[in-house]
């Protein structure tokens, strides 16, 4: 297709050039980032100036409360309203207003809750927007109907930023963490929960550290999951616990190392991160059941006491046993009464007391939970498992087996695979070891750096052919498939400009992220409009792809372009891939004013269909038809 739109090529030129060849931070993979439109009105002189290279991402920030922005009240921490974002505007670390003046930030933000963060050593400019809640609560007050408002937050703003950081009190935290990554199915970019143990407004406090900490990743790095971030790293939501009232360190991630550190550079672990493997469209599951209970074992605890807990309105469970997921075999009634209830459809998971380590079988005390019918819950937290209970138990529709089955399957990455499961990885490929034999290579260190250099290339390589086997083997190596390569694009860009159906859905099954960014700005989805890939922009779609609010900007001059030339199949390519086909170009006309002051009547007719057809809430129907290279 022919790129027929001013602004987006000189854009794409501009950014083109500005970029720094030299610059490594393209080949992080899943960069997201913008430019704002605003850098295309600037006049010239202004591309000289260090900004000209800037990418800006955007991060909503939900303030939900917590000790982070409280105050003294009558000798107690509270929730302090309406203080945050004017303090914030105070801390030069946390708001540039320099650059907000010269960029003319509040033209397109509200000054009231937009603030800027300096420019990273990435190169981007985090723009992040504060939404407070009203009342803010220590987290000792929330419940499930919390966790629900923060999930539709993020479901209804989720197309208008990058990242979301959630602001939170630290004492559920986890709770909610866990919670969340259950509720947001199919999630595609960054959620992180972030808090702190001394209240932000004091002169020496952990707040303002772990705020930029997770604006910094939430803003810079695609990691497709719901985390928490404290002194400095960032753990998978579901793996925490807290274990310290009184330190800055206050969260274990005991049987999941971190996903990412932020020490003097920000090191991500992309092989531990949770990569999607979906073609669903995210949303969120705000549905949850309250009738769930954590029931911690000790010895000497009465047959009476766990009856009781069992015969209310309960209807999961997540017992606490010792150890490896041990309780008494010398109780036969106790036994029983667990028995009863899982015999009247109570699902009752087997967690263990100890921090580390997992449920297993091995003494006949964990076989006689294994054989009452408790689910195993491999090393999950008490916390993941029971936000997992409360979600899978709100599925009304699910039968008990198919409710029992998910509480065992590994839906977020809450609990580890199996041991003994193969463990491949690069340094097995025959194909590398040539590579490497014939660099006279043998360091391990070396092997590595070769590798992850290779890998990236051998799979856009693989893709542009159509090679699924080639990324299967890859794949199955231990290798990333979205990482990006010298120029950010990811094989998912390639399968999309080459329309390549089944790669596409192959990658989106494996890892790949729809909001992949290359360094010109480009996701998979706009490739796909560009090389006009029918099939391929209604699989993204499907998955949750959509054009960056610049470019829904950008489309009315493209549309009235494409209207001019009477381009039909142009029209619905960008009407698939999310355009409104009423957004005037910049002369102020719409596509179909263009078509008819130019008495292009077939334009105005398809126009109008497509107007017509338009899909109801977004869904638009998928042909699951695989067209081969
Ligand atoms: N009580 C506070 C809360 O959870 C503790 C904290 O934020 O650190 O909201």
Same mark, same amino acid.
């Given at each position: 297709?022919?790129?027929?739109?001013?602004?987006?090529?000189?854009?794409?030129?501009?950014s083109?050039?500005?970029?720094?060849?030299?610059?490594?931070?393209?080949?992080?993979?899943?960069?997201?980032?913008?430019?704002?439109?605003l850098?295309?009105?600037?006049?010239?002189?202004?591309?000289?100036?260090?900004?000209? %290279?800037?990418?800006?991402?955007?991060?909503?920030?939900?303030?939900?409360?917590?000790?982070?922005?409280?105050?003294?009240?009558?000798?107690v921490?509270?929730?302090?309203?309406?203080?945050?974002?004017?303090?914030?505007?105070?801390?030069?670390?946390?708001?540039?207003?320099?650059?907000?003046?010269?960029?003319?930030?509040?033209?397109?933000?509200?000054?009231?809750?937009?603030?800027?963060?300096?420019?990273?050593?990435?190169?981007?400019?985090?723009? *992040?927007?504060?939404?407070? *809640?009203?009342?803010?609560?220590?987290?000792?007050?929330?419940?499930?109907?919390?966790?629900?408002?923060?999930?539709?937050?993020?479901?209804?703003?989720?197309?208008?930023?990058?990242?979301?950081?959630?602001?939170?009190?630290?004492?559920?935290?986890?709770?909610?963490?866990?919670?969340?990554?259950?509720?947001?199915?199919?999630?595609?970019?960054p959620?992180?929960?972030?808090?702190?143990?001394?209240?932000?407004?004091?002169?020496?406090?952990?707040?303002?550290?772990?705020?930029?900490?997770?604006?910094?990743?939430?803003?810079?790095?695609?990691?497709?999951?719901? %985390?928490?971030?404290? *002194?400095?790293?960032?753990?998978?939501?579901?793996?925490?616990t807290?274990?310290?009232?009184?330190? *800055?360190?206050?969260?274990?991630?005991?049987?999941?190392?971190?996903?990412?550190?932020?020490?003097?550079?920000?090191?991500?672990?992309?092989?531990t991160?949770?990569?999607?493997?979906?073609?669903s469209?995210?949303?969120?599951?705000?549905?949850?059941?309250?009738?769930?209970?954590?029931?911690?074992?000790?010895?000497?605890?009465?047959?009476?006491?766990?009856?009781?807990?069992?015969?209310?309105?309960i209807?999961?469970?997540?017992?606490?046993?010792?150890?490896?997921?041990?309780?008494?075999?010398?109780?036969?009634?106790?036994?029983?009464?667990?028995?009863?209830a899982?015999?009247?459809?109570?699902?009752?998971?087997?967690?263990?007391? %100890?921090?580390?380590?997992?449920?297993?079988?091995?003494?006949?005390?964990?076989?006689?939970?294994?054989?009452?019918?408790?689910?195993?819950?491999?090393?999950?937290?008490?916390e993941?498992?029971?936000?997992?209970?409360?979600?899978?138990l709100?599925?009304?529709?699910?039968?008990?087996?198919?409710k029992?089955?998910?509480?065992?399957?590994?839906?977020?990455?809450e609990?580890?695979?199996?041991?003994?499961?193969?463990?491949?990885?690069?340094?097995?490929?025959?194909?590398?070891?040539?590579?490497a034999?014939?660099?006279?290579?043998?360091?391990?260190?070396?092997?590595?750096?070769? %590798?992850?250099?290779?890998?990236?290339?051998?799979?856009?390589?693989?893709?542009?052919?159509?090679?699924?086997?080639?990324?299967?083997?890859?794949?199955?190596?231990?290798?990333n498939?979205?990482?990006?390569?010298?120029?950010? #694009?990811?094989?998912?860009?390639?399968?999309?400009?080459?329309?390549?159906?089944?790669?596409?859905?192959?990658?989106?099954?494996?890892?790949?992220?729809?909001?992949?960014?290359?360094?010109?700005?480009?996701?998979?989805?706009?490739?796909?409009?560009?090389?006009?890939?029918?099939?391929?922009?209604?699989?993204?779609?499907?998955?949750?792809?959509?054009?960056? #609010?610049?470019?829904?900007?950008e489309?009315?001059?493209?549309?009235?372009?494409?209207?001019?030339?009477?381009?039909?199949?142009?029209?619905?390519?960008?009407?698939?891939?999310?355009?409104?086909?009423?957004?005037?170009?910049?002369?102020g006309?719409?596509?179909?004013?263009?078509?008819?002051?130019?008495?292009?009547?077939?334009?105005?007719?398809?126009?109008?269909?497509?107007?017509t057809?338009?899909p109801?809430?977004?869904?638009?129907?998928?042909?699951?038809?695989?067209?081969?290279?």
């Amino acid at each position: 297709m022919a790129d027929t739109s001013t602004t987006t090529s000189l854009a794409r030129a501009l950014s083109h050039q500005q970029l720094d060849p030299c610059d490594p931070s393209p080949r992080d993979p899943l960069v997201p980032g913008r430019r704002r439109a605003l850098s295309f009105k600037s006049s010239l002189n202004r591309l000289d100036t260090d900004d000209s %290279c800037v990418i800006e991402s955007r991060v909503l920030v939900l303030n939900t409360g917590g000790t982070i922005g409280m105050k003294v009240d009558h000798d107690v921490l509270k929730p302090e309203a309406n203080a945050l974002v004017a303090m914030l505007k105070k801390l030069p670390i946390l708001h540039d207003a320099a650059y907000a003046e010269k960029t003319c930030l509040y033209d397109y933000y509200n000054p009231e809750d937009t603030l800027v963060l300096p420019l990273s050593k990435e190169k981007r400019r985090i723009i *992040y927007t504060i939404v407070e *809640y009203n009342p803010l609560l220590d987290s000792s007050n929330m419940t499930t109907k919390d966790w629900a408002k923060i999930g539709r937050d993020i479901e209804t703003e989720y197309e208008n930023y990058d990242g979301f950081v959630v602001l939170h009190g630290t004492d559920t935290m986890a709770y909610t963490a866990s919670a969340l990554s259950f509720m947001c199915e199919h999630l595609g970019k960054p959620v992180i929960l972030t808090g702190s143990q001394v209240p932000i407004y004091e002169m020496k406090n952990d707040g303002r550290g772990n705020l930029l900490g997770a604006l910094m990743i939430a803003g810079q790095y695609c990691i497709p999951e719901v %985390c928490l971030y404290f *002194y400095n790293k960032l753990y998978r939501g579901n793996r925490v616990t807290k274990v310290d009232a009184g330190s *800055y360190n206050a969260f274990s991630s005991p049987n999941l190392a971190p996903l990412a550190t932020t020490e003097v550079d920000i090191a991500i672990d992309w092989d531990t991160v949770w990569m999607p493997n979906t073609t669903s469209k995210f949303r969120v599951s705000t549905e949850l059941n309250r009738n769930v209970g954590l029931l911690r074992l000790f010895p000497g605890i009465t047959t009476e006491a766990v009856r009781a807990f069992l015969q209310s309105a309960i209807e999961g469970v997540v017992l606490e046993s010792y150890g490896s997921g041990n309780a008494p075999d010398n109780r036969p009634e106790l036994i029983a009464e667990l028995k009863k209830a899982i015999a009247s459809g109570t699902i009752i998971m087997n967690c263990t007391q %100890c921090l580390k380590g997992t449920v297993s079988a091995f003494y006949n005390t964990g076989k006689v939970l294994l054989d009452a019918g408790l689910i195993p819950g491999g090393d999950m937290t008490p916390e993941a498992a029971l936000s997992k209970l409360s979600y899978v138990l709100a599925k009304t529709n699910l039968s008990i087996e198919a409710k029992k089955k998910l509480m065992s399957d590994n839906l977020r990455g809450e609990m580890s695979a199996d041991r003994g499961a193969a463990t491949l990885c690069m340094s097995d490929s025959r194909f590398i070891q040539i590579i490497a034999k014939t660099l006279s290579i043998n360091c391990t260190e070396e092997m590595k750096a070769i %590798c992850n250099a290779l890998t990236p290339t051998l799979a856009c390589a693989a893709t542009k052919t159509g090679d699924i086997e080639a990324l299967e083997a890859l794949r199955e190596m231990g290798n990333n498939l979205c990482l990006s390569d010298y120029d950010g #694009r990811t094989p998912l860009h390639i399968a999309a400009s080459e329309g390549y159906l089944n790669v596409v859905q192959y990658l989106l099954s494996h890892g790949a992220s729809v909001y992949a960014r290359d360094r010109y700005g480009d996701t998979p989805l706009s490739n796909a409009v560009r090389f006009r890939r029918k099939e391929v922009v209604k699989l993204l779609r499907k998955t949750g792809a959509h054009f960056s #609010r610049d470019e829904l900007d950008e489309a009315g001059t493209e549309l009235s372009s494409l209207a001019a030339s009477g381009d039909l199949e142009g029209l619905e390519i960008w009407h698939l891939a999310g355009a409104d086909l009423n957004k005037p170009s910049y002369d102020g006309k719409t596509a179909s004013q263009v078509a008819e002051a130019l008495g292009k009547t077939e334009v105005v007719r398809h126009l109008l269909k497509l107007e017509t057809n338009k899909p109801k809430s977004g869904v638009i129907e998928f042909t699951a038809t695989m067209t081969g290279k």
